[in-house]
């Protein structure tokens, strides 16, 4: 996430389309450690029927100088078809899922049911002390979510990353 200290921050949602074969992932991530930039959402999926090519979805933060970089070093890998900021080429389309586990009893667990119904997450798991949640949307409404279940017994969170795709007839 971008640094509050520093208004010269952005948080960037970058796509990447590259060759679906062994090695990729690690020069990408690669690229990313040795020059110092954090990750702080990734995915990787399959696109097209044959399997041959993948989007990376990474989403990280820095300057603006800072995101151009990362993505004309991206841009310069060999597996690399196209690189895009979603973030700045347009609107965008930005989702993720989670899993959160909340443990609890009586009032805790009524009130637990009660904010779920409101951020419209769906009950996957329960047990007579337990539910796990499942929840899907903007990173900002699955935060939310999280820390209204701090105080209700949050035991558990796992998420996806983000999942993002350009809006309109726009691709990469």
């Given at each position: ?5 520093d ?62 970089q ?17 973030t ?25 049911m ?19 949640f ?11 979510f ?27």
């Open positions: 996430m971008p640094n509050p200290s208004p010269n921050e952005r948080s960037a949602t970058i796509s990447v389309l590259v060759d679906n074969e062994a090695g990729v992932l690690a020069r990408v991530i690669g690229l990313f450690s040795g020059r110092g930039y954090n990750i702080d959402s990734l995915t990787v999926a399959p696109v097209d029927a044959a399997g041959q090519r993948s989007r990376i979805n990474v989403v990280t933060s820095g300057t603006s100088m800072v995101i151009e990362i993505k004309a070093q991206l841009d310069r890998l060999v597996p690399v078809h196209r690189v895009a900021d979603l700045m080429d347009g609107p965008h389309v930005a989702r993720e899922l989670a899993l959160v586990k909340v443990i609890g009893t009586g009032e805790q667990r009524v009130e637990a009660r904010i779920a119904d409101t951020f419209r997450a769906r009950v996957v798991d329960t047990t007579l002390g337990s539910f796990v499942e929840l899907t949307g903007a990173t900002e409404k699955i935060d939310a999280i820390e209204l279940m701090r105080d209700l017994g949050l035991a558990e969170v796992s998420r996806s990353g983000i999942a993002a795709l350009s809006r309109g007839t726009n691709t990469i």
